[in-house]
């Protein structure tokens, strides 16, 4: 390997202390660790891609008891398939492969529970306080939740409604300030399902990752800008 080769590598892998750690990502200490190129990164992000939409079938099962015999038998079935997709790209390691595979099924759970149709479930409320100002928080819930709109939220609603621990409704209130009557309705539900988005972000994931030290590489001149294409 020549000098040059060699002085790029390194700097390449000192990108990721460009990158900020903290809260940010899942597992900043063991990202670092890998010290993948260029290469590996780029061919990561088109196996993240690809399984996201291969796997796609996965989203029907990811909240199956993972003690169950029925999650193991799924669970094996999709990681073959995962496994078989990332034998495509060479310049990744299949420690990295399997990294991918189970942050897939982590964001996939965190936004079936915390982020599917929840703009929906705020968007109703909003609307019917709107309607009604004598309307309170509470009754607006209760509303929603006996007409059985979103089925997939029965047991966080019910559980606000019974135990009223008010955590629903102050992401409700963060969600939707600011967000007048005279907003129309679409763009409402579009503001709230942005604010949902953002305070309901969980930390970063290797996918994420390989993106912003692509990016720094290629400002630093590491790579040339047609060279991270799938960043």
Known sequence: MSSACYSQGMLF?????????????????????????PEADRDYLQYWETIVKEIKWLEHYV???????????????????????AVGFPNMTMELAAIGFH?????????????????????????????????????ALDQVYRENLFSAHDRSMKYELNYGDSQMERVFR??????????PKYKARELIAHAIRW?????????????????????????????????
Not at 13 to 34: K, L, M, N, P
Request: proline residues 0%; aromatic residues 16%; charged residues 30%.
């Open 13 to 37: 892998s000192c990108c990721c202390f460009w990158v900020q750690g903290g809260d940010e990502y899942t597992s900043w200490r063991r990202y670092r660790a890998f010290y993948s190129t």
């Open 63 to 85: 909240l199956t008891t993972e003690s169950s015999y029925e999650w193991a038998e799924i669970r094996s079935k999709a990681m073959f398939q995962a496994l078989r997709i």
């Open 103 to 139: 942050e897939y099924i982590w964001k996939t759970r965190i936004y079936l529970m915390f982020v599917k149709d929840l703009d929906g479930i705020f968007f109703e409320i909003w609307q019917r306080i709107n309607d009604d100002h004598q309307l309170c928080f509470r009754d």
């Open 174 to 183: 963060k969600c939707t300030k600011g967000i007048s009557h005279s907003v």
């Open 199 to 231: 305070t309901r972000g969980s930390s970063g994931t290797y996918e994420q990752y390989a993106r912003k030290k692509l990016r720094i590489a290629e400002l630093l001149g590491l790579i040339s800008k047609d060279k991270i294409e799938a960043a």
